[in-house]
């Protein structure tokens, strides 16, 4: 606690580039915090699938269709309890930017498969009653000030939907969701009839997928071989997973998403790390002959190389609590970034952890040792004659 002054007093020395170094930290324990808030979003979003939910799509893509004449026979499987049609929409509401996800589904099997979507039941039953009708989620809602009653128009990015005029919309329902009870479920969906959908687009428009629920997880292996081989010699083959496969194989679509990111993360990491040393260094040689003056004056060779490592410690101290708060407060709003928001916006749990806080903090002190050791080194290895030669 001595040498605190003396710490204060030497990072006052040059306090643009003392706040800067610190901001630049800052800047890498942000976006740290941001990319594992990620990786752990996806994460949580695979393990907290439905057990008993199972996703039928053509065994191909998801870009190719499958027959509306399949549900009937998707039903009649033994332990198959309810079948419901899901297409991806990509509406587009007044702007891009605007965008969120949005399915045309058979509402009712689709609302009792995924009670996790709280719907009160006059909502419910306007909604069922209506074929313009939507569901959209709290979040929604809040975000562009609708409630019930309200009529609104999207047109759709696909080829195919958009040689229809644009779908108007009467939002019948805003549904809720208990985060402690389903964690994972967001609250930014919109739903609306698929019957809606086929009719507006003169009766073109087949499944996207089949959402299935069945009786028995533990029989979903056999259940999905069913299902597959009961369309296998068909002109359009299925293939039929868990949703927890379902969503793994969704994300595997932009490659190692998860080593992508860490890999962005560690050269962010890396790269301060330099600048931090960098700039340590620089501090260091412009103090060569203050350090010298403080080993004649009696300073061991140990309180230099402590008073060096406070700088650092103190800038990495300061970089980890900016960067902590920036990731507390910015990494919730990502969602509402135009496009960035539009990629981010289905994760429910994007907040920072007090785990990740503590794991940043400990990265910017781990961070700012390790730059500040080998000028603190030199510095403690140095002669006061090597020092004080210059005069």
């Known amino acids: 606690m001595k040498l605190l002054p003396l710490i204060l007093k030497h990072l006052r020395h040059n306090p643009v580039r003392t706040a800067s170094t610190a901001l630049a930290v800052a ?9 594992e808030t990620i990786i752990a979003a996806i994460d949580w979003g695979l393990k907290s699938a439905s057990a008993n939910r199972l996703v039928m799509r053509h065994s191909v893509s998801l870009q190719f269709p499958l027959p509306l004449a399949y549900k009937a026979r998707i039903a009649g499987v033994p332990g198959v309890r309810r079948v419901a049609t899901s297409n991806w929409f990509f509406g587009v509401y007044q ?27 006059a909502q419910r039953s306007e909604l069922l009653r209506t ?11 809040e975000r562009f000030g609708w409630k019930a009653g309200d009529v609104f128009s999207m047109e759709s990015r696909i080829p195919t939907y958009r040689k229809a005029e644009p779908f108007e919309f009467v939002i019948c329902g805003i549904y809720e969701v208990d985060l402690e009870k389903n964690p994972s479920t967001t609250g930014s969906l919109m739903l609306f009839h698929h019957k809606y959908l086929y009719e507006g687009t003169g009766q073109r428009v087949q499944a996207g997928t089949y959402i299935i629920e069945i009786a028995d ?21 299925t293939k039929t997973e868990t949703e927890a496969a379902f969503r793994a194989g969704f994300v595997s679509m932009g490659g190692n998403l998860a080593l992508l990111l860490h890999t962005i993360g ?12 960098n700039t340590m260094s620089m501090a260091v040689r412009e103090r060569r002959t203050e350090i010298g003056i403080l080993k004649t004056l009696g300073f061991s060779d140990r309180r230099v190389l402590l008073l060096v490592l406070g700088e650092a410690l103190l800038i ?14 910015g990494i919730p709003l990502l969602p509402r970034v135009p496009f960035l928001g539009d990629a981010l916006r289905g994760f429910p749990r994007l907040y920072p952890t007090p785990q990740l806080a503590a794991y940043g903090f400990g ?6 040792l390790a730059a500040g050791f080998a000028p603190a080194f030199l510095s403690y290895r140095a002669r006061i004659t090597q020092l004080l030669r210059s005069l």
């Open 217 to 237: 997880p533990e029989k979903a292996p056999a259940i999905a071989q069913a299902l597959d081989a009961m369309f296998e010699n068909s002109d359009a083959p």
């Open 131 to 141: 074929l313009k009708g939507c569901a959209v989620g709290r979040d929604t809602a």
């Open 27 to 35: 800047a890498s324990i942000f976006l740290f915090c941001a990319l």
């Open 316 to 329: 990495g101290l300061a970089g980890g609590a900016i960067g902590i708060a920036l990731g507390w407060v």
């Open 363 to 368: 990265t910017a002190l781990l961070v700012a």
């Open 95 to 121: 702007d891009i930017k605007n965008f969120f996800p949005n399915f045309a589904v058979d509402a009712e099997d689709y609302l009792a498969i995924y009670p996790e979507y709280e719907l009160p039941e």
């Open 266 to 277: 560690l050269a962010v990491t890396f790269t301060i790390l330099l600048v931090t040393a």
